[in-house]
């Protein structure tokens, strides 16, 4: 009896404690600069939150959520060690406080304007955001503008503008949890599965850390996928449209959605959340600024790598072949292979249940995220939340993996990738993934279950909704 009351108390109370402790250090006083020290703490924390998880059974969903939630408030005040995206992020909303249209000009063009110039917090931000920031516009769609704008209306203090940005990205955490909460208990998955994903240091780290705004379109993903497999097709619409406006990436799993809904159903989504785009997007767009925006998009296909896998292999060979680079071409065109592949799958992989829409789209990803020359650690986030609903673990190993990329920034000498550690990320990840692919589809065939490919033409085109 008292051993199992020691038990209880150690797991309930110090595990969480030195959790706590140690993303409140990671955030408070690690430089990504010092990577051996930010790593040994990333992974003491990852062990003890899957020791957490795993002895669920001792938590209840709200001790979780009072956890997690603290978690995040430790790290309110904190400025990101990890990015200095949120330099730019400010500075757009700064912009549109001066009325000026940061779709409009690269922060090097207005940088001469001697009223900007001539603002001590503007200079600090331009600097602070880097070189390659500096020489870009931007590429935040228009309801990402609107927070960063909303988050620098009280002052012209860092600090201040970083914590109301901070306390966005944490609600929307909030509102991730709720809404998987309420796809789990639709679905019938223990609801403890959310954990590993809203625990996740991995989570904490880049969402309410370093201030990146996937978090806000998780949150608004999952409100849409709530609402299709609810039949609310126009919330979803709604839904989707608004985490397009965060980030781009949702538009790829546009075709996942289309075959759950079916044809008649599908056109009514694709004009109500297209509305929904535009009429937001021409708050502040139009076709120049557009293709400010899609300039500095495309960008990311062919002048930049960072943490790359099938991308990187084909960038050796080129250079092996030819003697440069050729990533302006092999960037496209590897881009064009995910899109088939993508499109393939979403045509091929068979809807028989609402777990298939999951998986279709963490698969989609997975093609995606193979093919691009660019992985930035906060990227398997979407990854990570669509696996909870799937008996797939790769995105909870990649999630782990993935903090390797940032010894590119701990070289003396300037940024410098390890591609040993490139390497053993990407080897775990393939090797867990195709070892699960193939597992599962063994189990499949032992009980009989129904083949996951079907194109399902007449289905989609049936008159029953």
């Known amino acids: 009896m008292i051993k199992s009351l020691q038990k209880s108390v150690f797991i309930r109370f110090l595990p969480p404690l030195i959790m706590a402790l140690l993303v409140l250090n990671m955030g408070w006083n690690t430089p990504r600069e010092n990577f051996n020290f930010f790593i040994s703490q990333y992974v003491a924390s990852f062990a003890l939150f899957y020791l957490i998880w795993l002895n669920r059974a001792e938590f209840s969903f709200r001790h979780f959520l009072i956890f997690a939630l603290l978690l995040r408030v430790l790290l309110l005040p904190t400025l990101p060690e990890l990015s200095n995206d949120f330099y730019r992020f400010i500075w757009d909303g700064e912009l549109l406080n001066r009325g000026v249209n940061p779709f409009a000009h690269k922060p090097n063009q207005l940088m001469h304007d001697p009223l900007l110039y001539s603002e001590?917090?503007?200079?600090?931000?331009?600097?602070?955001?880097?070189?390659?920031?500096?020489?870009?516009?931007?590429?935040?769609?228009?309801?990402?503008?609107?927070?960063?704008?909303?988050?620098?209306?009280?002052?012209?203090?860092?600090?201040?503008?970083?914590?109301?940005?901070?306390?966005?990205?944490?609600?929307?955490?909030?509102?991730?949890?709720?809404?998987?909460?309420?796809?789990?208990?639709?679905?019938?998955?223990?609801?403890?599965?959310?954990?590993?994903?809203?625990?996740?240091?991995?989570?904490?780290?880049?969402?309410?850390?370093?201030?990146?705004?996937?978090?806000?379109?998780?949150?608004?993903?999952?409100?849409?996928?709530?609402?299709?497999?609810?039949?609310?097709?126009?919330?979803?619409?709604?839904?989707?449209?608004?985490?397009?406006?965060?980030?781009?990436?949702?538009?790829?799993?546009?075709?996942?959605?289309?075959?759950?809904?079916?044809?008649?159903?599908?056109?009514?989504?694709?004009?109500?959340?297209?509305?929904?785009?535009?009429?937001?997007?021409?708050?502040?767009?139009?076709?120049?600024?557009?293709?400010?925006?899609?300039?500095?998009?495309?960008?990311?296909?062919?002048?930049?790598?960072?943490?790359?896998?099938?991308?990187?292999?084909?960038?050796?060979?080129?250079?092996?072949?030819?003697?440069?680079?050729?990533?302006?071409?092999?960037?496209?065109?590897?881009?064009?292979?995910?899109?088939?592949?993508?499109?393939l799958l979403a045509l091929l992989k068979a809807y028989r249940n609402e777990l298939d829409i999951f998986k279709g789209m963490l698969f989609a990803l997975m093609i995606y995220y193979s093919f691009t020359a660019i992985v930035h650690p906060w990227y398997i986030s979407l990854i990570l939340v669509l696996s909870i609903f799937t008996n797939y673990k790769f995105g909870l190993i990649w999630s782990f993996l993935v903090m390797l990329s940032y010894s590119a920034y701990s070289n003396p000498s300037g940024f410098k990738e390890n591609h040993l550690f490139i390497f053993v990320e990407y080897a775990l990840v393939y090797v867990v993934l195709f070892y699960e692919i193939y597992t599962y589809w063994k189990i499949g065939r032992k009980n009989n279950e129904a083949n996951p490919i079907g194109i399902q033409f007449k289905s989609f085109f049936s008159k029953t909704e």
């Open 120 to 343: 001590g917090y503007m200079r600090s931000l331009y600097h602070g955001m880097g070189d390659l920031s500096q020489a870009h516009y931007t590429c935040y769609p228009v309801l990402n503008q609107f927070i960063f704008y909303v988050a620098t209306l009280l002052s012209n203090s860092l600090v201040s503008n970083v914590i109301a940005l901070r306390v966005v990205i944490i609600l929307a955490d909030l509102g991730a949890i709720y809404f998987a909460k309420k796809i789990a208990d639709h679905l019938k998955i223990d609801a403890h599965r959310i954990w590993l994903y809203a625990l996740n240091p991995f989570i904490v780290l880049e969402f309410t850390g370093n201030l990146h705004f996937e978090g806000v379109m998780i949150f608004f993903l999952l409100g849409a996928i709530y609402a299709l497999i609810k039949n609310q097709w126009m919330v979803g619409a709604i839904f989707f449209a608004c985490a397009i406006q965060i980030k781009l990436l949702p538009l790829m799993l546009l075709p996942f959605v289309l075959k759950k809904l079916k044809w008649r159903l599908s056109i009514g989504f694709l004009a109500l959340a297209a509305f929904a785009v535009l009429a937001i997007g021409g708050l502040m767009l139009n076709t120049t600024y557009y293709q400010n925006m899609m300039e500095s998009v495309n960008e990311y296909f062919i002048r930049f790598q960072f943490n790359g896998s099938i991308s990187y292999l084909v960038s050796a060979l080129g250079k092996w072949l030819i003697g440069w680079e050729p990533l302006q071409f092999t960037g496209p065109f590897l881009s064009g292979i995910a899109t088939f592949g993508i499109l």
